[in-house]
């Protein structure tokens, strides 16, 4: 890094090739800075970076693009019920909630869960049960998946973050 001083309180800062400046308050952004202009009382504001690291950045934001995807397919979303492959979002498990907690009050029997226009019906208590083990599900991939996004940003090698297995870990699909 050259520091040159210049009139009236301005310092230029250049860099090489091999290195960009970066903004310390802007650790999210990594533009392409290689020469810069400044009062020299803001001088600590830059640091000089491999020019490697808006690659990282990039790199570790697809990555957790991949994650996010991964983390929203039928690899994680999906339990089976009689043998059928199937997903309620939270909003449809809040609903169903909301339904078989109604038919409880009341004194209702069962309840009709439909999926593709199939009605399953259940004992109120066991759709209970099968939306307390669907929720448990939902809360441990996500887990999962913000400990994967947490682990890609802390990686500091574009070859360890594409070589980053974001598939791992996630709980066994219930089945029913």
């Not at 009139?7 to 970066?22: A, C, F, K, P, R």
């Not at 020299?40 to 950045?57: G, K």
């Not at 199937?86 to 907690?101: E, N, P, Y």
């Amino acid at each position: 890094m050259t520091i040159t001083e210049k009139t009236n309180g301005l310092v230029e800062i250049s860099t090489d090739e091999q290195h960009i400046l970066h903004r310390k308050d802007t650790p999210d952004k990594f533009p392409e800075i290689r020469h810069v202009t400044i009062h020299s009382n803001m001088l600590p504001l830059y640091e000089e970076v491999s020019a490697d690291r808006p690659a990282l950045h990039k790199a570790i934001a697809d990555k957790i693009a991949e994650i996010d995807r991964y983390d929203k397919s039928h690899a994680v979303d999906g339990f089976t019920l009689d043998g059928k492959e199937m997903w309620f979002d939270a909003d449809m498990r809040g609903k169903i909630r909301t339904g078989v907690d109604s038919r409880t009050r009341r004194g209702h029997d069962t309840y009709d869960i439909f999926w593709e226009n199939v009605a399953y019906t259940f004992p109120v208590k066991e759709a209970s049960v099968m939306l307390d083990i669907l929720e448990d599900y939902a809360i441990e991939t996500l887990s999962v998946t913000s400990r994967h996004r947490a682990a890609v940003c802390a990686l500091e090698d574009i070859e360890a973050v594409k070589a980053y297995d974001h598939t791992a870990g996630y709980p066994p699909k219930p089945q029913f």
